[in-house]
Each structure stands twice: as C-alpha cells, then as structure tokens.
T-cell receptor, first 113, second 110 residues
Framework: EPEVTQTPSHQVTQMGQEVILRCVPISNHLYFYWYRQILGQKVEFLVSFYNNEISEKSEIFDDQFSVERPDGSNFTLKIRSTKLEDSAMYFC???????????FGPGTRLTVL | RKEVEQDPGPFNVPEGATVAFNCTYSNSASQSFFWYRQDCRKEPKLLMS???SGNEDGRFTAQLNRASQYISLLIRDSKLSDSATYLCVVTVSGNTPLVFGKGTRLSVIA
C-alpha cells in the first residue's frame, strides 16, 4: 500500500539554526500539507500546497517557514531560524484530490535546544 | 474560541464495554466530518468519515447533528487494541485544511 514517508524521524537542532524537513507524498497525489503537533496539544494546520504554489497557510506559518517541491517527488518544509517553541511533531500529508482523504506521514519530531 | 471541542478523557473502560465520545464544532460552514485515531507518538489515521444519515463500520458508529453542531462516535465491544486517542476533525470543504480537536484518550483494560 502506498504511503507518505518523512525524513528524518527525529531532528535535534540548536536555537537559531535552519532545519529542512523532508516528505515524499504518495506518487499520484497532487495536494500536499504540513501540520504540526506540539506535545500534548492538538494537530494544527500550517500550510497547503497545490500546483507548485501555496494554496492556504495559517497564522503559524510566518516568514520563518517556507515550503518547496524541488523535484517531482519531494516536498520540504524549511524553518529558517528555529525557536524553542518550534519543538513539535511535524506531519506531512497528501491527497489525490482536495476532496479525498488526506494520508499522513509518520512525522518528524523536531527538538530545538 | 475553540473550533472543535472534545472531552479529553481519559476514558478507562473494561474490554467488551461500549463507550461513546462527543464532539462539538463552532464553524457552522463546516461540511465534512471525520473521526481519526492517533496512537501514542504516531500519525493520525482516518477511522471513518461521518455522514448526516449516520454511518456504521463494524463496531464503530458515527452520528452527526448539524443543527446542534455535534458529532459522536460509539465503540461497541471494546478491544484492547482500541486504546488510542480519538480525534474529531472537521473541514469547511474538501480542499480546505483539516481542523482537529484535541482528542479523547481511551484506555481499554483487560
């Protein structure tokens, strides 16, 4: 069964450093999403991406965040200057149409020290 | 204002019990409704969509009341493997972001 994959599974970084979280969506999917979940909190939407551009973003997704689809398979989330409060689980999701189920990857746990 | 509210639990029930979870949502424009399951430190996985007429999938029954903006999930004959956090999720339309509740934790005890 096709699945969304994410790397790394755990990333530890120092405050102020840049991190890139990588996702490989399911191959025939066209809609891509990033969500995050701070420990003990709810899953929160960050950004959606379709047709090589951002289609929607939340207030969390400020100038320190960016997304890119550098090739036909990867979808990345870059955090430019990490803060302590960026520590969270980051989930990538994809769907084949905007109206169908979003499939989630296993997540990247980001720890900012 | 909280968009999707759930009782956080935990619900501790014996195997074989029936347990019900409730959820309310604040955005009356919401059109699609789901229950997701999340195991500890894992990704959310779709359990079932929720339709206006109510729907059942084996031991799981979901109900939607649009007038009250209320969604429920009933689990019959609980199994140990049902232990997880159950997330109520809504979206305004199919291609808009999912809005998650904080989840209700269920522990099924032998």
């Amino acid at each position: 069964e096709p699945e969304v994959t994410q790397t790394p599974s755990h990333q530890v970084t120092q405050m102020g450093q840049e991190v890139i979280l990588r996702c490989v969506p399911i191959s025939n999917h066209l809609y891509f999403y990033w969500y995050r979940q701070i420990l003990g909190q709810k899953v929160e939407f960050l950004v959606s991406f379709y047709n090589n551009e951002i289609s929607e973003k939340s207030e969390i997704f400020d100038d320190q965040f960016s997304v890119e689809r550098p090739d036909g398979s990867n979808f990345t989330l870059k955090i430019r200057s990490t803060k302590l409060e960026d520590s969270a689980m980051y989930f990538c999701a994809s769907s084949d149409s905007g109206y169908n189920e979003q499939f989630f990857g296993p997540g990247t746990r980001l720890t900012v020290l | 204002r909280k968009e999707v509210e759930q009782d956080p639990g935990p619900f501790n029930v014996p195997e074989g019990a029936t347990v019900a979870f409730n959820c309310t949502y604040s955005n009356s424009a919401s059109q699609s409704f789901f229950w997701y399951r999340q195991d500890c430190r894992k990704e959310p996985k779709l359990l079932m969509s929720v339709y206006s007429s109510g729907n059942e999938d084996g031991r799981f029954t979901a109900q939607l009341n649009r007038a009250s903006q209320y969604i429920s999930l009933l689990i019959r004959d609980s199994k140990l493997s049902d232990s997880a956090t159950y997330l109520c999720v809504v979206t305004v339309s199919g291609n808009t972001p999912l809005v998650f509740g904080k989840g209700t934790r269920l522990s099924v005890i032998a």
